[in-house]
């Protein structure tokens, strides 16, 4: 259910955006052509076996992996886990242009489309990671549990070696400058999977559906880092996944960190060079 890749048509939106610019140094200029990081919406809809359809979210996302976008927002909202989705598609209504169909997925579902609260709004995301799910603690204790303890130990100098490979990892960014990324590594540093886009949370969402569509759920043994700071929703969505250590460049909020302790992630933020802050479950960082 991954997007295909390679060459996509004229009408398809792609990750990158090519644009003429003018380009002042000094005194002088010239006309060169610009790398963007493409922003275009997305609208997810489910259905049902009855017939019944509803958009449950429009959110602005850089165009690649957007069916893993689609399930990883599912899990991480508790609307639908890997074993209730049956298909996931581009909308084919013939009344769309051909760039609004590559704009709106359709997650078919097994089962009837959730009778949840969240369902009464449509989420309306973007790209700023602003509010893009449940809004508070209390709505996370109704869903979700502590992340078990379990037997992931990092050393300092692992945590050092990640912001590098996660950049290393980044190509559309490397082309463009203008993208989040998250990647998920191993416990000895690996990298798993990296996932790029213009808002951190989506990025975050594309691994958790990558690793839900293709049964890696719950990740209890990676460790997700990010390239920017640790917000709420990150943290909301790294719980939802199963991810006991979460790693970013930047601070992390007040209410990430109050989530990263009731729930027993471990927390690091400022992660540069060789210095960090463990903000919560310092006890899976040997040092």
Same mark, same amino acid.
């Given at each position: 259910?991954?997007?295909?890749?390679?060459?996509?048509?004229?009408?398809?939106?792609?990750?990158?955006?090519?644009?003429?610019?003018?380009?002042?140094?000094?005194?002088?200029?010239?006309?060169?052509?610009?790398?963007?990081?493409?922003?275009?919406?997305?609208?997810?809809?489910?259905?049902?076996?009855? +017939?019944?359809?509803?958009?449950?979210? @429009?959110?602005?996302?850089?165009?690649?992996?957007?069916?893993?976008?689609?399930?990883?927002? #599912? $899990?991480?909202?508790?609307?639908?886990?890997?074993?209730? @989705?049956?298909?996931?598609?581009?909308?084919?209504?013939?009344?769309?242009?051909?760039?609004?169909?590559?704009?709106?997925?359709?997650?078919?579902?097994?089962?009837? @489309?959730?009778?949840?609260?969240?369902?009464?709004? $449509?989420?309306?995301?973007?790209?700023?990671?602003?509010?893009? +799910?449940?809004?508070?603690?209390?709505?996370?204790?109704?869903?979700?549990?502590?992340?078990?303890?379990?037997?992931?130990?990092?050393?300092?100098?692992?945590?050092?070696?990640?912001?590098?490979?996660?950049?290393?990892?980044?190509?559309?960014?490397?082309?463009?400058?203008?993208?989040?990324? !998250?990647?998920?590594?191993?416990?000895?540093?690996?990298?798993?999977?990296?996932?790029?886009?213009?808002?951190? $949370?989506?990025?975050?969402?594309? #691994?958790?559906?990558?690793?839900?569509?293709?049964?890696?759920?719950? #990740?209890?043994?990676?460790?997700?880092?990010?390239?920017?700071?640790?917000?709420?929703?990150?943290?909301?969505?790294?719980? !939802?996944? +199963?991810?006991?250590?979460?790693?970013?460049?930047?601070?992390?909020?007040? #209410? !990430?960190?109050?989530?990263?302790?009731?729930?027993?992630?471990?927390?690091?933020?400022?992660?540069?060079?060789?210095?960090?802050?463990?903000?919560?479950?310092?006890?899976?960082?040997?040092?």
């Amino acid at each position: 259910m991954s997007m295909p890749t390679g060459e996509v048509a004229r009408a398809r939106p792609g990750p990158i955006t090519r644009v003429r610019v003018r380009e002042l140094s000094g005194a002088s200029g010239r006309d060169r052509r610009d790398d963007l990081a493409t922003e275009e919406p997305l609208e997810i809809r489910l259905t049902a076996p009855d +017939g019944a359809r509803r958009t449950v979210a @429009i959110t602005m996302r850089t165009p690649g992996h957007d069916f893993e976008l689609a399930a990883g927002f #599912l $899990h991480g909202e508790g609307l639908a886990g890997p074993g209730d @989705i049956a298909a996931i598609a581009y909308c084919t209504d013939e009344d769309l242009p051909p760039e609004a169909r590559y704009n709106t997925v359709t997650v078919r579902l097994n089962g009837p @489309i959730p009778e949840l609260p969240a369902l009464d709004r $449509h989420f309306l995301t973007s790209s700023a990671c602003g509010v893009c +799910g449940s809004a508070s603690l209390d709505a996370l204790r109704d869903r979700c549990r502590p992340v078990p303890r379990g037997r992931l130990e990092l050393s300092p100098d692992l945590l050092y070696a990640l912001p590098d490979a996660l950049r290393r990892a980044q190509g559309v960014f490397g082309k463009t400058g203008g993208l989040h990324a !998250a990647g998920l590594f191993a416990a000895d540093g690996t990298p798993v999977a990296v996932r790029e886009d213009v808002g951190r $949370h989506n990025a975050v969402d594309k #691994l958790t559906g990558w690793a839900a569509l293709t049964g890696r759920l719950p #990740l209890a043994e990676h460790v997700l880092m990010v390239s920017g700071r640790a917000s709420y929703e990150i943290m909301q969505k790294a719980l !939802a996944a +199963g991810v006991p250590v979460v790693c970013a460049v930047s601070a992390p909020s007040s #209410l !990430a960190v109050e989530l990263a302790r009731e729930f027993g992630l471990t927390l690091v933020g400022f992660l540069r060079g060789e210095r960090c802050n463990v903000y919560a479950g310092a006890e899976r960082v040997q040092a």
